[in-house]
């Protein structure tokens, strides 16, 4: 197992506007280009990419942080997913991504997913509009 630690910085969204793109289903659809089901409720399950992720919401709080497991199958110890929000000045927010538990397996493709595909893509979407 592997952990994963990712910061960034997304110019143009305040972290309520990130929190509704990582947690709204509507919105994740228009920057990832998938439906995807969640639903911001404790101990909900979601899915995203059409099952290629599916896991739990642990916990949140409203617009600064959310806590989810991502299921791996069997596996002796959860995969934990915590993504906290900071406000930056000039209308930006600060991302900070601890991945805990990553199989070593699938170690190199959720790296490049979170830095190209999920918070990458948060990034473009609000940095081009």
């Not at 992720?53 to 600064?64: A, C, S, V, W």
């Not at 995969?79 to 600060?94: A, C, D, E, G």
């Amino acid at each position: 197992m592997k952990d994963f630690k990712f910061s960034i910085t997304i110019k143009g969204a305040e972290p309520e506007e990130v929190f509704n793109a990582l947690t709204n289903p509507i919105a994740i659809e228009l920057w990832s280009g998938y439906p995807a089901v969640m639903e911001l409720k404790q101990d909900s399950e979601f899915s995203l990419w059409e099952g290629d992720i599916e896991g739990r919401i642990i916990d949140f709080e409203l617009n600064t942080m959310i806590s989810q497991e991502w299921f791996f199958g069997e596996s002796e110890y959860p995969s934990v997913v915590t993504i906290r929000l900071f406000p930056k000045k000039s209308n930006k927010t600060y991302v900070v991504l601890t991945h805990t538990n990553i199989p070593k397996g699938d170690f190199d493709n959720i790296t490049e997913g979170w830095t190209e595909y999920y918070l990458g893509a948060i990034k473009k979407f609000f940095e081009e509009e």
